[in-house]
């Protein structure tokens, strides 16, 4: 697959910006047409109602755009997008991203692609809002923040806290913390230092499968670029 940064010459030349953990990149009302294109980090995408509360996107990493769509289409989607550790961002003005996207072939492809993995999540966490229990949310957001080691284990690594992991599915971290000691108590999952190892991954699996059929979470694979940004920092892992 084509990775972004291979498809653009002027990539060097253009600005950087870093954003410490917590720094929002953009809210809704920033009124930038600045692109951001995330070259190092994580940065999680939400949703702020009016009374506080938030709805989770999910995850952005290495070669995601911010900015993106209203880029395209001058719209507004009232999304926050907010680093959740130290996130280095590349700078495009709107012209110099739609212009890549008009003469680069290579490039529009590599962000076409990325685009789709957008909207394939999005599928997918829309279906599991409408079908699944808060268990069975719980089993999937798990095995979706897993990767596949070379050595063949399942990990989350470093492990969220329970509130992380209520916020996502739209749940509550004491409902969390309860699922998560039953599936330790029976073995399922075991904390390892500051990772989550999935000890029997067929069985959340199959549950999964029994609700959503063919678009079960997977874990990642081990793939050279999955541990070149393996360098997340431990954070509480398992932690309330």
Request: charged fraction near 25%.
């Amino acid at each position: 697959m084509l990775k972004i940064e291979t498809t653009v010459p002027l990539l060097e030349r253009l600005p950087r910006r870093v954003f410490d953990k917590g720094a929002f990149i953009k809210q809704p009302d920033d009124a930038t047409e600045t692109v951001f294109m995330i070259e190092s980090g994580r940065v999680q995408c939400f949703y702020m109602t009016p009374q506080g509360s938030d709805a989770v996107f999910g995850e952005m990493a290495a070669g995601d755009f911010i900015g993106d769509l209203a880029a395209l289409d001058g719209g507004v989607a009232g999304i926050c997008y907010e680093a959740m550790e130290r996130t280095t961002a590349v700078l495009f003005r709107r012209d110099q991203f739609l212009e890549q996207l008009r003469v680069s072939g290579p490039f529009a492809e590599a962000y076409a692609r990325r685009l789709c993995s957008r909207v394939r999540l999005l599928n997918q966490l829309y279906v599991e809002s409408r079908i699944l229990p808060m268990r069975e949310r719980l089993y999937s957001e798990l095995i979706r923040l897993s990767r596949q080691t070379d050595a063949g284990r399942i990990i989350i690594a470093p492990a969220p806290t329970h509130a992380e992991l209520a916020r996502r599915i739209a749940s509550q971290r004491e409902t969390v913390t309860k699922q998560m000691s039953a599936l330790a108590k029976a073995g399922i999952v075991r904390l390892d230092g500051q990772t989550i190892v999935i000890e029997r991954f067929a069985e959340l699996q199959a549950v999964l499968r029994d609700h959503l059929g063919d678009m079960a979470s997977r874990p990642a694979t081990p793939t050279p670029a999955l541990r070149e940004l393996d360098h997340r920092p431990p954070v509480a892992a398992m932690a309330s």
